[in-house]
């Protein structure tokens, strides 16, 4: 049978073949050829066209013959029966391959048996601890076998577990014995690896090791021995072992384990067997590098202890430890490259043993130590090749930790054999070819190893300079034993090396700090001290000349060279440690060779001097000069060093100063001398030249210097110079009064100086110097002014000044501070109190500091000039802060006591004080004042009655010069006691025309602030009320009339709000003072009777108290009669009316009677008691016989007198007139007739004499009007036709602003409103105002209209404005036309609440009017549409304008200055009465953008277009409303949280009903009338919006508030209809817009009503021929700020492109148009309807849409016209074989 063909593959068959080679340590080659990777063929993978190759000669590979295997110890010894069974598993595993099974066996070894045993443990009895012991002994054997195995495993786990368990054994004295009897007679193994293990590469294991080791080594040989210790016969085998682990370790190796030796290098090695071995993690050449290691400590060890002598060279083992020591190959332990120098011809194979490993070199370098130190004299054969494999490898050297261990060797060495320079030399040449050893230089200088240190030098140490550059020096004392270095070039070879670690910067990569540079300067200049000594020793006879001039040049050179680098940064370290060591160098030169020490110093010296020249004094100024030369100083020994010092610097000294005088000195100079002045001053003092050159600059340089150095560099210079004179107190002084002379002009820039010098002070530095003797007045001054004007910033630059004014300033500068502060305190005071928006500098609290720190250091300068400065620190303390309410008092509380004191302080200035409080030009208002006076004078307010405010003379006579004058006719229209004008009257005096309150108005101001404050103090002082009822009538007046006719004590140009303010603090003051009439027991009577003068005062005791009420009441009574005027009167009405509060019928009778007979004599007096009777209410026949004895006396008056007497009786008619609201009535019907016949008489008699009726009567007859019109409401006749032609008449052509005819127009506007009331349940008066109303109401609208009604603001106007607005809606819808729309605008943003309120209805009504003609008007002139079609686009030619006067509105607002945060607070009643600036402009702006809505509301989509491109193009929505709208509701602001409209409807708002509290919830119904009305512009602008957050926020906002009620009203419209009650009530049809779209073809399907924001949606269907047709619109929850979307539904006869048309047109109609969701399904509809209007049946299938393709028939046939289908064309072409037309059977085609 042939030979069977080898089933295994070819890579199997290869893989075997290198285990063969490998296991027979061959280098065979396989000659024949292999095949190739691709199954032999060629590069291309197919080999077409080649001929095949060779057959492959089969021959047979054996399999690798596989390892001896190692007999388990337990066999050897039969230990198997004798173990306990755990204890043998345990061992079984140790012979296992598997690192994790024997480290596992180790543990439980350790812990299960060996820590049983230890007496230790205490949870272990005794019996199992016996046990334990007992099994241990019997395995020891077992043990002992595995042991040195262990110790070389290279897992460092298994290693430190071996060592452990061995120390554990050795504690219990059984198995101690045992071992101890096993080493003495242990093979070389055994001892080997217990003693390598002492040395391992883990320090635990080596630490562990040597202590058992030390344990066991010095125990003494058994007894019956030779004398001696373990260790000692043991040596032998030690040693042996050693130098066999150190020459072959992998040999070593093997003998533990005989399978994982292979070859670690060669041609035939793969990289899987050089890397690891047995799952081993560690490669071969690691293995062996830590198994020589380990053997070189302990052959170090053996050396050190004596157990290797190497004097016996007779004993083998010692021979062998010599022989190594002369193998070059062993000295590779010390190199770290791959081609060691000294080994000559190394084998291919071989690998040096450091190559790679740094311990071993270090364990190497530990050798050479020993050996060098322990066996100096018996080296001598191995001499030449130790010191070439030691000097070839130090330099070379790559590993710092090396190179430190190293150096200890390599100066041991050098130091026993100084002659090894000189052997590697040799051996050096010895080791070179023939054809080279002639060229060679045989010197030391030219040797590879001097090369190689040389190149070590330049790479500053190989990277360790700081441990290297010390040993320099010895290692150059050993190049040669006579002097090294004599010629120039050797010498500058080996400096050059040196500095050329400093060029390179290689001296400071490696290591950092200034350690090695330190290091680096010491090494050069001891190394050229020492080559220069050895240079000056003369080495046979004397030293030659050129020997000499070497040796200094070496010195001088490389000393200057170590200064220049150093200058230049190149060499950085501490200046103070450079200086020691160059004192040391310079000290040793002077003590050696002074002459040598001299040219040193001048090299020095030189380039010092050099560098205080040009732009080298930068280099001067950056190196710590002092340092060194404080150094230098410190350490110099010989006294010609100091010499030599001391005169450099004064030389420096001298020419830093000249340089410093020079106009082009660099400041770097002044940095010098003053570092020379203060930090080197106890260097320079002894040198005389220092004394000279200050001298010179005290005398002329400083004036020189003065205007070359800045004011920082010229401080600093004077301290310095003072610093240095502070032993000379002359001197020191005469220079300071020079300085403070020159520094005195403030024009020269000195302040800095000056601040600079105080600093100094305040550190102390300027001690000792008195007083200045030059005055620095000017300087003062000039501060003062600069910082008054604030242009200057130098006020804590004079407050030094002050506080260390015993060294810069006089008694003279004090004074001009203190003069100077005072008056800039009273011009500030002068504007706070006189210039309106005067802003305080607030530098004024310099002034106030300089004036406390006056008082401080000088308190006689302040207290003399109290009178001066008294007044305004009382504005600043107290006046001020109450002014600006967020300034800080510019006084504090110390402050102000301390220079205004107490009460002595306030009767200083009590006269400027008064003078405040009278003087007009005072801006402050009277409140402030006051409120400050109580806080200053602690609430005593009597004393500020008594002692302030003038006296009660004084304020009388200012009184009655008030109340003489005469009131604004005007103010009849609400008080019937103030006389019309007429025009032939005279007017009255000239009232007060000041701008601002008199002084008896801020006297009454001040009282009413007063009482308002202390009650008590008001209760006692009853004389105080009749100045506070008159300024109180007189702020009612101010606050009624406009401004334009303001002639009143209170000036022109105090606002309504202080008005105000003071109206309303008298009127408290005076009901608290008048609440002490609401007694039962108060004597009307009595009083009555006092008045009268029927009574004397001194018979009743009522007036016993002159301070009381009633004592009061006579005297204004009395006063009243005496000065008979009409304020007077007013003012007596006022003070009667709440004492006849309550009062009873007799009571009011006494009164009546009072004015009744006081007619003649004070008619106004009595008017003014009559007006008080008649506000009671009480009705008596006395008073109504008065009012019929008045109509008496009208009637029957001819006309001649009517101006005259008739007017004075309506005058006092309508004083007696009760008031409109009560029940009683002024006269009888009868009278009443008889009076309205005798007035019309007088107006329609024509008298000859040109005696016409004057306005006044018509005037009194319309107010007389508004008494009797309930009497004669009921009645026919001519009465009301005359009435109403007295209206007619005022209202034609009328005015607000005619003040002569306002009182009668206001009258007859309250007519009209009456006569509207009265109507409303009369039948018979309603028929005669329906003829009239219409032509008035039209009057009262052009009254409103005109120009005159703009802009009032006047109390009176501004309410019978409104007046006339309420009139207006009573038939607004009548009279009102389209063009009013554009007239009325203007009432929204006027300054009145109730007229924007009650305008807005009627700009709302207009609103209507003007849509509803635009509309009619669009709509006439547009042309209709020309296509089928409908777009979403206006028609051409359109005109649909938003009215200009409603732009300019909304573009005058621009962006409103909200203040959002306050509308969450409630507003004042002062607040919401002063209805202008923000309030006014945010209603406004809100209200105009609501009519723009309006006139939005119900037009078409072509007016609606015309309206938003002129918003658009107005920019209105972006410009306008969004930012302001933003900003009310708070949207995007950071910080702040949206307003929340929770509890609000969003969708309506009611104007009528408006609060200022409520603008952000009528800002969020503008934004969901925009949303509604515009969507397209405000999603545009939302869109553009650049801020994230703000579109964010608004987007959320809007989908949680207004999106789901837009929704809602969107499709509203589309549910099923619903009549409301209202709409049945009023018979109307309901409407709906899905009426509007359904019928039979058409159906509309609304889902998500009510439902979440996402699922709303609208479906619209249209059915044709059965065909359903669908699309729909979604509305986004967004909603409108992001489009609706338009859902494709299913398409039925019609082509893609219309349909898609269509779909765009529905969303363009509702995105970009403004129209509603049912807007755009109306257009839908209509485009498909017009689509299918006209459409015939497909004559084949009878249907109008096909079956299969849904499309409409489209092919006609040419001769019938019918059409088709193109399917059933098809079908029907097909079936019938033909192309005819199925009903004329024509060719279709």
């Known amino acids: 049978m042939g030979k069977q063909k080898s089933s295994a593959t070819s890579a199997t068959r290869k893989k075997h073949a290198r285990k063969a080679a490998a296991s027979n340590a061959t280098d065979e080659v396989d000659n024949s050829p292999q095949p190739s990777a691709k199954g032999g063929k060629g590069a291309s993978g197919k080999g077409k066209g080649k001929k095949k190759g060779e057959p492959r000669i089969k021959m047979y590979i054996p399999p690798v013959k596989p390892p001896a295997l190692q007999r388990d110890p337990v066999e050897v010894y039969g230990l198997a029966s004798q173990l306990p069974p755990d204890l043998l598993v345990i061992f079984r595993k140790l012979t296992k391959k598997d690192i994790v099974t024997r480290t596992r066996a180790l543990e439980e070894l350790q812990s299960k048996w060996i820590d049983s045993c230890s007496p230790e443990n205490k949870s272990i009895s005794a019996d199992d601890r016996d046990t334990a012991v007992a099994g241990l002994e019997v395995a020891l054997p077992a043990w002992n076998l595995h042991f040195p195995a262990l110790m070389f495993h290279p897992s460092r786990r298994i290693r430190l577990l071996t060592a452990q368990i061995q120390a554990a054994c050795l504690q219990v004295q059984s198995l101690h014995d045992q071992i101890l009897d096993y080493l003495s007679n242990a093979p070389e193994l055994y001892c080997g690896a217990w003693k390598l293990s002492c040395f391992d590469i883990d320090r635990q294991v080596s630490q562990l090791s040597q202590q058992t080791w030390s344990q066991v080594s010095l125990a003494p040989l058994p007894e019956g021995e030779e004398e001696g210790t373990i260790e000692s016969r043991v040596g032998p085998y030690l040693v042996s072992f050693t130098v066999d682990s150190v020459m072959a370790p992998e040999s070593v190796y093997g003998q533990f384990y005989p399978g994982a030796v292979t070859k670690t290098s060669g041609p035939n090695v793969s990289a899987d067997q050089s890397r690891i071995v047995e799952g081993e993690d560690e490669s071969p050449n690691d293995r062996a590098g830590r198994i020589r290691l380990a053997a070189l400590g302990s052959l170090r060890s053996l050396i050190a202890s004596g157990l290797v002598k190497l004097s016996h060279g007779d004993e083998s083992e010692e021979q062998r430890v010599e022989s190594i020591l002369n193998d070059p190959q062993f000295w590779t332990i010390l190199y770290s490259g791959d081609h060691p120098p000294f080994v000559s011809s190394p084998s291919p194979e071989f690998t040096p043993y450091g190559m790679d490993q740094p311990g071993v070199r270090r364990a190497g370098w530990g050798l050479v130590q020993v050996l060098a130190k322990h066996h100096h004299d018996h080296l001598g054969s191995a001499l030449p090749v130790m010191s070439a494999a030691i000097l070839r490898s130090i330099w070379v050297e790559p590993d710092a930790g090396t190179r430190h261990s190293a150096l200890d060797g390599l100066l041991s060495f050098l130091a026993g054999f100084p002659q090894a320079w000189k052997l590697v030399t040799a051996f050096g040449v010895e080791s070179e070819s023939d054809e080279l050893e002639d060229e060679i230089d045989h010197t030391v200088y030219s040797s590879p190893a001097y090369i190689e240190f040389l190149q070590f030098l330049r790479m500053a140490c190989g990277g360790s300079p700081t441990h290297f550059y010390p040993s320099i020096i010895i290692i150059l004392s050993k190049l040669s034993t006579d002097s090294p270095y004599r010629t120039q070039p050797t010498i500058d070879e080996l400096f050059d090396a040196l500095w050329a670690a400093v060029d390179s910067q290689a001296l400071t990569i490696v290591e950092r700090g200034s350690a090695p540079v330190l290091a680096f300067i010491s090494a050069v200049l001891e190394n050229a001290r020492f080559i220069s000594t050895k240079l000056r020793q003369p080495s046979s006879g004397e030293v030659d000349d050129p020997a000499l001039e070497l040796s200094s040049k070496l010195v001088v050179d490389q000393i ?52 205080l020249e040009g732009e080298n004094i930068i280099v001067a100024t950056k190196v710590a000069f002092t340092d060194i030369w404080k150094a230098m100083d410190a350490e110099a020994k010989q006294p010609e060093v100091k010499e030599q010092l001391h005169a450099m610097l004064g030389q420096m000294l001298h020419i830093s100063l000249q340089r410093l005088e020079s106009a082009s000195s660099s400041p770097l100079y002044l940095e010098h001398v003053i570092l020379m002045l203060t930090d080197m001053r106890h260097l320079l003092v002894g040198f005389q030249g220092n004394q000279e050159s200050l001298q010179s600059l005290l005398e002329t340089g400083f004036i020189r210097l003065d205007g070359k150095l800045d004011p920082g560099h010229l401080s600093r210079l004077i301290e310095a110079i003072l610093f240095y004179f502070q032993d000379d107190q002359i001197s020191k002084q005469k220079y300071w009064h020079g300085v403070l002379t020159v520094l005195a002009d403030p024009s020269s820039g000195h302040k800095s100086t000056l ?129 600006f309410s967020e300034t800080d008092s510019f006084v504090g509380n110390s402050v102000y006591s301390t220079l205004i004191g107490g009460g002595e302080g306030f009767q200083v200035w009590l006269p400027e004080l008064q003078g405040w409080l009278l003087d007009p030009q005072v801006e402050v208002d009277i409140d402030i004042l006051v409120d400050a006076l109580l806080e200053a004078s602690h609430q005593d307010s009597e004393w500020l009655l008594h002692k302030v405010i003038p006296s009660k003379t004084v304020l009388d006579a200012l009184f009655m010069e008030e109340v003489l004058i005469g009131p604004s006719p005007i103010l009849a229209t609400m008080d019937a006691l103030v006389t019309e004008k007429d025009e032939g009257e005279s007017p009255s005096k000239e009232a007060y025309d000041g701008k601002q309150p008199s002084s008896y108005a801020r006297m009454v101001w001040a009282l009413s602030s007063l009482m308002a404050v202390d009650r008590h103090l008001a209760r006692s002082s009853y004389w105080v009320l009749k100045h506070l009822l008159l300024i109180q009538q007189l702020a009612e007046d101010r606050l009624a009339l406009p401004m334009d006719s303001i002639h009143d004590t209170f000036g022109s140009e105090t606002s309504r709000t202080t008005i105000r303010f003071i109206l309303n603090q008298s009127r408290k003051t005076i009901s608290y003072l008048l609440s002490a009439s609401s007694e039962d027991d108060f004597p009307h009577s009595q009083l009555v009777e006092i008045i009268s003068g029927k009574k004397p005062p001194r018979e009743t005791n009522i007036l016993s108290d002159s301070e009381s009420l009633q004592a009061f009441t006579v005297d204004v009574c009395h006063l009243a009669q005496k000065k008979d005027c009409v304020r007077m009167a007013r003012l007596v009405r006022t003070l009667l009316v709440p004492l006849l509060r309550g009062a009873s019928g007799v009571d009011v009778d006494a009164w009546l009677t009072l004015g009744r007979t006081a007619k003649r004599s004070a008619p106004n007096f009595a008017r003014g008691v009559v007006a008080a009777a008649v506000s009671t209410g009480v009705e008596t026949p006395l008073l109504a016989r008065m009012r019929n004895e008045a109509a008496s006396d009208l009637i029957g008056l001819p006309v001649s007198r009517a101006n005259t007497e008739g007017s004075n009786h309506l005058h006092t008619l309508l004083v007696l007139a009760p008031p409109l609201d009560s029940d009683s009535v002024l006269l009888p019907t009868q009278r009443s007739i008889n009076l309205v016949q005798t007035v019309e008489k007088w107006i329609n008699t024509e008298s000859d004499d040109d005696e016409e009726v004057g306005p006044v009567i018509e005037s009194q007859m319309m107010a007389l009007f508004l008494h009797i019109a309930p009497v004669l409401q009921s009645l026919s006749g001519r009465h009301w036709e005359f009435a109403f032609d007295l209206i007619e008449n005022t209202l034609e052509g009328a005015s607000f602003k005619d003040t002569e005819m306002f009182v009668q127009l206001a009258r007859t506007l309250e007519l009209v409103a009456n006569v509207q009331t009265l109507v409303a349940t009369n039948k018979q008066l309603r028929a005669s105002w329906a003829t009239r109303q219409q032509t008035i109401s039209r009057l009262v609208r052009d009254l409103v209209v005109s120009s005159s009604a703009h802009k009032l603001d006047g109390g009176l106007e501004l309410v019978y404005r409104t007046k006339a607005l309420n009139i207006l809606h009573e038939s607004a819808e009548a009279i009102l036309e389209p063009g009013d729309f554009s007239k009325f605008v203007y009432l929204l943003h006027e300054p009145h609440l109730e007229t924007q309120q009650e305008g807005y209805g009627l700009v709302r009504t207009a609103a209507l009017k003007y849509t509803e003609h635009v509309v009619m008007e669009v709509g006439l002139n547009s042309t209709a549409p020309s296509s089928a079609s409908v777009s979403a686009s206006a028609p051409e030619g359109a005109e649909a304008r938003l009215p200009t006067e409603l732009i300019q509105l909304l573009d005058a607002y621009g962006i409103l200055d909200l203040d959002d945060e306050g509308w969450e607070e409630e507003d004042t009643e002062e607040d919401v009465g002063d209805w202008s600036g923000l309030h006014q402009r945010q209603f406004g702006f809100f209200l105009g953008w609501m009519a723009l809505f309006d006139i939005m509301e119900n037009t078409s989509l072509r007016v609606r277009a015309g309206y938003v491109e002129d918003i658009r193009n107005g920019e209105l929505v972006s410009r306008h409303l969004m930012p302001n709208l933003c900003r009310m509701l708070r949207l995007g602001q950071p910080g702040k949280k949206p307003v929340r409209m929770d509890l609000y409807e969003v969708d309506s708002f009611y104007v009528q009903l408006f609060e200022p509290t409520s603008m952000t919830v009528l800002g969020a119904h503008v934004y969901y009338r925009a949303l509604r009305a515009i969507p397209s512009l405000v999603r545009v602008w939302w869109t553009e919006c650049k801020d994230r957050q703000l579109s964010n926020a608004i987007a959320t906002y809007t989908a949680s508030y207004f999106s789901p009620v837009l929704v809602s009203a969107e499709l509203a419209s589309l549910r099923p209809p619903f009549q409301s009650e209202q709409q049945a009530t009023a018979g109307q049809p309901q409407v709906s817009g899905r009426e509007l779209l359904e019928d039979e073809a058409t159906s509309v399907r609304v889902s998500g009503v009510g439902g979440q924001a996402g699922s709303w949606e609208v479906s619209m269907s249209y059915v044709i021929d059965e065909q359903k047709m669908e699309m729909g619109v979604k509305l986004p929850s967004e909603y409108p700020l992001r489009n609706v979307e338009v859902k494709d539904g299913r398409r039925v006869g019609v082509p893609e492109t219309k349909w898609r048309g269509w779909l765009f047109a529905v969303q363009q109609l509702v995105g970009t148009q403004n129209g509603h969701v049912v807007d755009a399904l109306g257009m839908f509809k209509k485009n498909v309807s017009l689509h299918f209007e006209g459409q015939v049946e497909c004559a084949i299938c009878y249907s109008i849409i096909s079956l299969t393709d849904l499309q409409l028939p489209t092919k006609p046939c040419k001769t019938c016209k019918n059409r088709f289908h193109a399917s059933c064309l098809y079908k029907w072409f097909k079936s019938s074989s033909s192309s005819s037309c199925p009903l004329c059977r024509s060719d279709i085609f």
């Open 755 to 883: 601040g600079a010098l105080l600093d100094a002070s305040k550190r102390g530095r300027l001690s000792g110097l008195s007083s200045a003797t030059v005055e620095l007045h000017t300087l003062v001054l000039s501060i003062l002014s600069d910082t008054k004007e604030g242009s200057g910033d130098d006020d804590q630059l004079l407050l030094d000044l002050i506080r260390h004014h015993d060294i810069f300033l006089s008694e003279k500068e004090l004074d001009v501070c203190a003069n100077f502060v005072c008056s800039w305190l009273e011009e500030v005071s002068a504007g706070v109190l006189r210039q309106p928006g005067y802003s305080v500098p607030s530098s004024v609290s310099f002034a106030v500091q300089v004036l406390r720190l006056l008082h401080d250091v000088r308190p006689e300068t302040v207290v003399s000039r109290r009178v001066a400065f008294a007044g305004p620190l009382f504005v600043l303390k107290y006046i001020l802060p109450r002014i």
């Open 560 to 611: 200057g060279q170590v200064w220049n680098y150093y200058m230049s940064h190149k060499l950085v370290a501490p200046a103070s440690e450079f200086g020691t060591i160059l004192c040391k160098t310079l000290d040793r030169l002077a003590g050696n060779d002074i002459e040598l020490f001299k040219l040193v110093w001048t090299r020095i010296e030189d380039a010092t001097i050099l560098l």
